[in-house]
């Protein structure tokens, strides 16, 4: 059964080698860095970094937190790939996020308007999406901004 740990540095290097397409795509278009880059930058500035883990404890995603209560993650296809995984990701994330919130008195953050599988996730966690910024980050593309407060 799938679930939430302790990251590494491993974990990192594994997800950034199998990272999901739109999550590439989303790192590009809102840093204008290369993907790997800009998701190993946010890694080493979040105060906290989780690994999802599959039924073997492989890394299949990571998700943390950066300074002022903005919350991140990425993934690997294969999170998305079972069912199973999408329902633990549920689970698990409601009370990751329920957690942080005890710390946080907000969580936030934007993401791009067509990752539709993170948007379906992150409104499953209780996230209210407050503004759609038409023209958001580098490449001045379309991302929501969405928010839970404690």
């Given at each position: 059964?799938?679930?939430?740990?302790?990251?590494?540095?491993?974990?990192?290097?594994?997800?950034?080698?199998?990272?999901?397409?739109?999550?590439?795509?989303?790192?590009?278009?809102?840093?204008?860095?290369?993907?790997?880059?800009?998701?190993?930058?946010?890694?080493?500035?979040?105060?906290k970094v989780m690994t999802i883990a599959g039924?073997?404890?492989?890394?299949?995603?990571?998700?943390?937190?950066?300074?002022?209560?903005?919350?991140?993650?990425?993934?690997?296809?294969?999170?998305f790939s079972k069912k199973k995984y999408k329902i633990q990701l549920i689970?698990?994330?409601?009370?990751?996020?329920?957690?942080?919130?005890?710390?946080?008195?907000?969580?936030?953050?934007?993401?791009?308007?067509?990752?539709?599988?993170?948007?379906?996730?992150?409104?499953?966690?209780?996230?209210?999406?407050?503004?759609?910024?038409?023209?958001?980050?580098?490449?001045?593309?379309?991302?929501?901004?969405?928010?839970?407060?404690?």
């Amino acid at each position: 059964m799938g679930h939430l740990r302790k990251s590494t540095v491993t974990d990192l290097n594994y997800v950034i080698d199998n990272l999901r397409v739109l999550d590439k795509v989303e790192a590009w278009y809102q840093t204008g860095e290369q993907p790997e880059e800009a998701v190993r930058r946010t890694y080493l500035s979040s105060k906290k970094v989780m690994t999802i883990a599959g039924d073997d404890d492989q890394p299949m995603g990571l998700c943390g937190v950066i300074v002022n209560g903005v919350i991140w993650m990425v993934s690997t296809e294969e999170l998305f790939s079972k069912k199973k995984y999408k329902i633990q990701l549920i689970r698990e994330g409601r009370k990751w996020i329920d957690n942080l919130l005890q710390k946080e008195n907000v969580l936030y953050n934007c993401v791009y308007a067509e990752n539709l599988s993170a948007i379906k996730w992150l409104k499953t966690l209780g996230f209210t999406f407050v503004k759609l910024h038409p023209e958001y980050g580098h490449m001045k593309k379309p991302f929501f901004e969405f928010v839970r407060i404690a």
